[in-house]
């Protein structure tokens, strides 16, 4: 099936309307017309080539919701007309302890991206949900429950379960204390989530720019981080901070507010980071932990909590093409708090 998409072309050059096949239906799988789209920072991170292994054209896009228009004839759970979603992997080998457990997200032979991974039988390249339409097997297809905005859903594919699975990891709940660094796509998901789980929860943001926002979603208070007086105050008061800053960043001014036991779980920065001392890690015996996305059980899990609990994230819905702005908007944090694409505004 020939559909129609955005791509990045180069490192330098700005997305533009790519024209590309998506895969004639196998019988385990669901095709889906896209109706809706969210900006992630990891689409940037890819199309700039920031993590090295993008390989050109690539359609960017992993927060994808839409509607089923066609099943191969071995699909179980779905039917034409069905609200569904898709998130950052498309398939996994189904076979090790880890997709056994419902983490597909650590499968041992690596996941396969919704862009920018390999077909598993093809070995032709995943392209994203900047684009009219897809072709996912069924297992890696989300429900998206009745009642939620279908237009508000999408960032909960990426930011929204990126930020639920370590709440969850880590058995946040009522009483727990969660910092949240970096009020953006994740950061802001990250707070709401916390919110909905009943922990106390602190945004840690570099100015107070975004002090009556982090309120708004439900935070209890925010940190300024580059106010070195109030973050002495606030050592050790934390069980868990999710840190969602996108680039190279120093984590020593954030190790002391950690609780004996704490952990910062890195969930944005991909490579490098400023050289952390291990002097707070060993004195404090606190932990330092990466985490990636989620698995679909939890996913399908985090879609159910928030329509059951109204939790939705702040969207700015924009045209396709007007990405490239967005990307720009991104880089330099002005986004309140995730772009999501109408996909109604790319021709067909
Ligand atoms: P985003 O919307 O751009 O938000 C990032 C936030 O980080 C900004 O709003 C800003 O918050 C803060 N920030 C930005 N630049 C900073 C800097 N130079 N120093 C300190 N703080 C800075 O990005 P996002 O979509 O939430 O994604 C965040 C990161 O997570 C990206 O690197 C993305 O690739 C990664 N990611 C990882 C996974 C995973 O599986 N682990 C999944 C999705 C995304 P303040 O203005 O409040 O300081
Ligand atoms: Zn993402």
Redesign the pocket.
Known sequence: MKTTGYAAFSTTTPLAPFVFERRALRPNDVAMEILFCGV???DL?TAHNDWGWTTYPIVPGHEIVGRVTEVGPDVTRYKVGDAVAVG?MVDSCMECDQCHNGEEQLCREGNTGTYCGLDRITHEPTQGGYSKHLVVREEFVLRVPDGLDLSRAAPLL??GI?TYSPLRTWNVGPGSRVGVI??????HMAVKLAVGLGADVT?L???TN?EADALALGADRLLVSSDDGAMSQAASGFDLIID????K?DLNPYMPLLDVDGTLVL????GPLAEPSTVPLILGRRRIAG???GGIRETQEMLDLCAKKNILPDCEMIRMDQINEAFER?EH?D?R?RFVIDMASLPA
């Open positions: 992630c920072h990891s991170h950052c990426c930011a990126t970096g009020l953006g796509g994740l950061g945004v943001s570099r100015t975004k969602t800053v996108p680039v960043h969930v944005g920065q991909v985490s990636p996305i991104m944090a986004v708090y």
